[in-house]
């Protein structure tokens, strides 16, 4: 599923001199039915690794394979955009991230809603200190995913290869524009468990969080929510508040004298969207993210989400199920 998306970030980049040179599986026998669908070479990841001529590689794999094949393609001297969460453990992470340090090539991980421009202003809003301190965040994540969806792949729902479930899978994005926005939590109260899914990993959780400043945040989410609802995300200060559901902003509430970011246009609400169904989500967020990676490479900077930031919210999370118990 998410393979599609990449590739049609990458068409977009046409204009950047961006092509898509080949698909990689790990099925020989399934190379000539991808050959079909995307027109172009399906080939095993030794022989992409060893193609002088491919410059990034994209991996859209189970989670738990991330940390491997993104070590072995910056050994091989290639960029890596991964998708979320770049890795199941914070030691594999920081392997990634040393090692490309020392190879010199980047790292991007697909946390793409921090370059989507609403997130964007959010966060200018933020270091202006239009909202003044920040007191307390809220994230809600009411979401659906039927039985029939994880059992569609082996790997789904799995500690091993899924690492964890509504919040390493699906909750990760929204968790990370909390901390993008509030910082890292240094302490953690949390529950999680699995009820109505046949599954490893938790269909529901609920956390706490502080952070150095004294704020508070908490989360909760679940997978097991009748059709799904939109995520919900929230910040209030000392001079303001913002409430976002799905893609939009509901409400942006604050000091018209001595705030500095104009408000964008405020919708209605939105559909349940991905709350509801994993495929209801724009492409243009992995096309912006991936233009930002080719960005960093011809101009030797780091991408905006590199794998210090992609580090981030798999740090809070982890320390979500460590404080449930979970691990």
Known sequence: MIAEYHRKAVLAQAGLGVELAAMVHHDASQFARIVE??????????????????????????????????????????????EKPMALSLASADAMI??????GVCLAVALQRRVDPLFRRIKDALEAGDLGELTLGVVTLPYF?????????????????????VLM???IHIIDL???????PVLIHAGADTLHRHIEVEDVAAAALRFSSGALA????????????????????????????GEGVVRWSVDPETATIDPPDLSAGAGAGAGGDPRAISTAGHEAILADL????????????????????????????????LL
């Not at 669908?37 to 991996?59: H, N, T």
């Not at 930031?309 to 798999?314: H, T, W």
């Open 218 to 245: 908490t989360i909760a989410a679940t997978t097991a929510a009748g059709q799904g609802f939109p995520h919900r995300l929230e910040l209030y200060g000392t001079q303001g508040g913002i409430q976002v559901e």
């Open 294 to 325: 080719v960005g960093a490479i011809r101009e030797g900077r780091s991408p905006a989400i590199d794998g210090r930031e992609g580090r981030r919210s798999l740090a809070a999370i982890i320390g979500i199920y460590e404080a449930a118990g």
């Open 178 to 184: 909390l901390l993008w926005y509030m910082g890292d």
């Open 169 to 171: 899978n699906q909750g």
């Open 98 to 103: 040393a090692a490309a340090d020392e190879r």
């Open 145 to 165: 995913r039927n039985q029939a969806y994880y059992d569609q792949a082996e790997w789904r729902g799995t500690w091993a290869l899924d690492g964890g479930g």
């Open 37 to 82: 669908r995307y027109g172009v070479p399906c080939r095993s990841f030794d022989a992409v690794l060893a193609d002088r001529s491919i410059d990034i590689v994209s991996l859209c794999t189970p989670s738990g394979q991330h940390a491997q094949q993104a070590l072995a393609a910056i050994a091989a001297g290639k960029h890596v955009l991964v």
